[in-house]
């Protein structure tokens, strides 16, 4: 089985540029998961898509930050203007369905973007 | 206070020993929880899920606690490779979805 795909690997940017990052989840999982994981923390959900409804955005800095995932299949997370503090690694994560089972909120993880702003 | 606490460690374990450390949330509605792995510059991995008392797999047991609201991760006879940084994540059902918090991690470093 296919695991979570993101590109780029990793993304140098100037500040106030913006930058877009590329999710393709695990074929069949309905939730969509974006955070962002500043060097040693844990990551923070930027926003949860169930299909391609947004379950939880409260994190997500909406005057720059935006994401779509418009076939309720892959997704996109943007940065406009690019700020020297969003310096992190934005990882996405996806998992089956909720509510079936306990094990349907089990996450799995791409292995994310580096973004460096300069 | 925040949702999930971690004592962000490191833990230095010598190879062989037992180490053991948990995770506090706040939240007394949080209704499953995880541990996942993240080496360094990689990824989150999963590594156990918690749904009712405990979990065990292999040389690694994860306890939960709803009383005092914690959960603990055990770790026995501790390899070299164990050495990562261990995340607890709380899951809580809502009625428009699930949230899931992160806490902030432990380190746990392995020593010959």
């Known amino acids: 089985e296919a695991g979570v795909a993101q590109s780029p690997r990793y993304k140098i940017i100037e500040k106030r540029q913006s930058v877009a990052f590329w999710c393709n989840p695990i074929s069949g999982h309905a939730t969509l998961y974006w955070y962002q994981q500043i060097l040693g923390q844990g990551p923070k959900l930027l926003i949860q898509f169930q299909n391609n409804g947004v379950v939880d955005d409260s994190q997500l800095p909406k005057d720059r930050f935006s994401a779509e995932r418009l076939k309720g299949v892959d997704s996109t997370l943007k940065i406009q203007p690019a700020k020297l503090e969003d310096s992190a690694v934005y990882l996405c994560a996806s998992s089956f369905r909720p509510g079936l089972a306990d094990s349907s909120y089990e996450q799995y993880f791409g292995p994310g973007t580096r973004l460096t702003v300069t | 206070r925040k949702e999930v606490e971690q004592d962000p460690g490191p833990f230095n374990v010598p190879e062989g020993a037992t180490v053991a450390f948990n995770c506090t949330y706040s939240?007394?509605?949080?209704?499953?929880f995880f541990w996942y792995r993240q080496d360094c510059r990689k990824e989150p991995k999963l590594l156990m899920s918690v749904y009712s008392s405990g979990n065990e797999d292999g040389r690694f047991t994860a306890q939960l606690n709803r009383a005092s609201q914690y959960i603990s991760l055990l770790i026995r006879d501790s390899k070299l490779s164990d050495s990562a940084t261990y995340l607890c994540?709380?899951?809580?059902?809502?009625?428009?979805?699930?949230?899931?918090?992160f806490g902030g991690g432990t380190r746990v470093l392995v020593k010959p």
């Open positions: 939240n007394s509605a949080s209704q499953s």
């Open positions: 994540v709380v899951n809580k059902v809502k009625a428009a979805g699930n949230k899931l918090t």
